[in-house]
């Protein structure tokens, strides 16, 4: 079947422009979250959803960073005001209800200039 | 307290070797241990994974070894090939009131060499 799926796979802002990153997660997983993933590095948590509610979203950097999966499947994660920091690897995840095992997308690279 | 620590940075392994890659935590309250494989690319994909009250998992040439009094576990990659040549990462997750997340190890790259 088909797995997480992430939308634009790079996308390339001027500093100070605003970015919205799709996650399509895998049909019928409850939970879903958002890392970032600087080079070289782990992921980073950023959010977590459970269904459309946000759980937790302590892992959002700064207000610039916005998440929301209003209809409890896709997932939008929204930078406003891009800074040369927020250059990154961002990676959605999804996963069944009440199962730990997370199904990663396949990132998108953003690079702010 | 947090942290997962994962060492070494970077491996060199023959291929038919075996390759170990160790993380520890401090974090006692953390209660599911998966090791997740990441092409170039790619986004991470799990391996195996293990919960504390087991001390050894096993499926195929890769094994868990995990120590709780230590606060460490480790992933051995038996009879590696350079298909194996990637960046590893062992995580810890941490539930609280009913959430839970992934604590993820900075990454070990490996290079098994044919």
């Not at chain 1, 797995?3 to 997983?29: E, M, N, T, W």
């Not at chain 1, 459309?52 to 930078?79: C, H, M, N, W, Y």
Request: aromatic letters at 12%; charged letters at 20%; glycine letters at 8%.
């Amino acid at each position: 079947g088909a797995g997480v799926s992430q939308s634009p796979r790079y996308k390339v802002a001027k500093r100070g422009q605003d970015v919205a990153l799709r996650c399509d997660p895998i049909s019928g997983h409850v939970s879903l979250f958002w890392y970032q993933q600087a080079l070289g590095q782990g992921p980073e948590f950023l959010t977590y959803f459970q269904n459309e509610a946000q759980l937790d979203k302590s892992g959002l950097p700064s207000d610039r960073f916005f998440a929301e999966r209003p209809e409890g499947s896709v997932s939008t994660l929204k930078i406003q005001r891009t800074q040369q920091e927020d250059s990154a690897v961002y990676l959605c995840a999804s996963s069944p209800d009440r199962v730990y095992e997370q199904y990663f997308g396949p990132g998108t690279r953003l690079t702010v200039t | 307290q947090q942290q997962v620590k994962q060492s070494p940075q970077s491996l060199i392994v023959q291929k038919g070797g075996i390759s170990i890659i160790n993380c520890a935590y401090e974090n006692t309250a953390f209660d599911y241990f998966p090791w997740y494989q990441q092409f170039p690319g790619k986004g991470p994909a799990l391996l195996i994974a293990i919960r504390p009250d087991v001390s050894e998992k096993k499926e195929g040439r890769f094994t868990i070894s995990f120590n709780k009094s230590a606060k460490q576990f480790s992933l051995h990659i038996m009879d590696s090939q350079p298909g194996d040549s990637a960046t590893y990462f062992c995580a810890a997750t941490l539930t609280t009131s009913g959430t839970y997340k992934y604590i993820f190890g900075t990454g070990t790259r490996l290079k098994v060499l044919a």
